[in-house]
């Protein structure tokens, strides 16, 4: 076993046994259970379980390990941070001397094969062995593309990167994209340009779609909307929808929805795949307030299912249009957990913008939503939230003036029930008005001058 001991000290500190469990969970590669590792490192390195839990404990509370989604106290596994768990494989793999459970602990094939398989391969690149030519053609299990996705981050990980198979580049991209554009995280700017921008494996095209994909995090939500045009090509659906944004706060709504409609024709999509976007995109709607735009809206929304990048959207097209909510509300209440912080804030903005705090008890404070958006690469989140949540109620005018538009979000307007079923009547009766004059126009028509001949039933 490998002992760093402290030149100053002769005996082991608490910092070095850290660093011991540090790459002993970071060879793993895969998550682990507290209760169990606790016992396993034990076992090999002879520490007393109470210092391993003291020691696993710090690690979380620094924010160097965290807890994955589970459905009870003892399924939860935990994992290390990916860039500190490559940094430690990458450290291994250069040192002459390998820690001894390198050897000890190596894992062999069982019946979760599929899943270890991947392990096996990363394990052997650490310990210098051959790359196989051709990598597993699946990455079914989620905690290991996480670790895949951020290989580019470090040099020294690319060319294991490179023999990943590319349509399982394009779905760690698009994990990836969830950090920054759901998240509302930093994303690590190397590993973008090193994995997917700058990646010659990847087809120039797929490139450029990358790049477009990404101009959310870099132009939308920092509030960078004066720049779409001069930064961004229509040339591609991708694009397209960042002019429409940028057209719908300058005002231009008949562009902005030729925009959205020309993006979605090119996607072969009714809808985005980003919580913000479709709020926007259903904001315009509600604007244009046609009779085309709200059959639109009710064929979009008035379903009892919808992926939670709908939800914002759903839960302000409902209200707007003065329909039923709690199957809505109800599946909101269930799931908000599960939720992606940007799905939070908005669900929470448009609660408390349109006073909805009745319906929608989740009792989140402002404190929290300010966790989520407090940072400079979230100024249009702030902008929207600057009528309702304290933190930014007080900054309104300066996001104003720094963005240069006002928030996009509707004002709300108090209605008594008996208003709301008024408005929805008229709503309806404006839709069903132009097909019964049609129907009775082409009755008209066809309507021929005699009775047609019917024989009558025989008894």
Known sequence: MEIKLDRKKDYITKSDHKEQIMKYLSWKIKPFALYHEIREISRIFNFSPEEIE?????????NKIFPLTAEGP?????????????QLLIDMKKSPQKPAFLISSRLSPSNNWRKEEWVIIIQDYVLGKNL??????????????????????????????QNIPIYIIDTL?????YIWASGLLHPNITCMINGYFENEKIEPTIREKYKLEFAFYQYILP??????????????????????IYHQYRGDLSKALDLYSQSLKGMNTKTFDNAL????????LLNDSTIESKKTLRNLFMRDYLPSEMMPAQLLA????????????????YNYDKFSPLVKVLIMLITHHYQLQKKIKLN????????????????LLQLECSLDFSPYIGKADCLIQEIGFPPLLPPFQKMNEWERVLALLLDKSKELSPKNKEKKRKFRITKPDYLPYRPTQQH
Do not use: C
């Open 74 to 86: 003892r399924d939860i596994h935990y994992m290390l941070k990916a860039d500190i768990q490559l």
């Open 277 to 284: 976007l479709n709020l926007f995109y259903t904001i315009a």
């Open 132 to 161: 196989k030519s051709q990598l597993p053609s699946y990455a079914d299990f989620e905690p290991l593309r996480y670790i895949l996705m951020h290989m580019p981050t470090f040099p020294e990980w690319m060319p294991f990167f």
């Open 364 to 379: 989140i404070s402002n404190d929290e939503i300010q966790q989520f958006i407090d940072a400079d690469h979230l100024k």
């Open 54 to 62: 003291s020691i696993l404990k710090e690690l979380e509370d620094e």
């Open 173 to 177: 991209f698009h994990e990836y994209k």
């Open 223 to 244: 509030g960078h909307i004066n720049e779409i045009p001069k930064k961004i090509s229509t040339d591609m659906p991708e694009g397209m929808y960042y002019h429409a």
């Open 318 to 333: 409902l209200y707007a249009l003065n329909e039923k909510m709690e199957s809505a509300i109800e599946h909101i209440l």
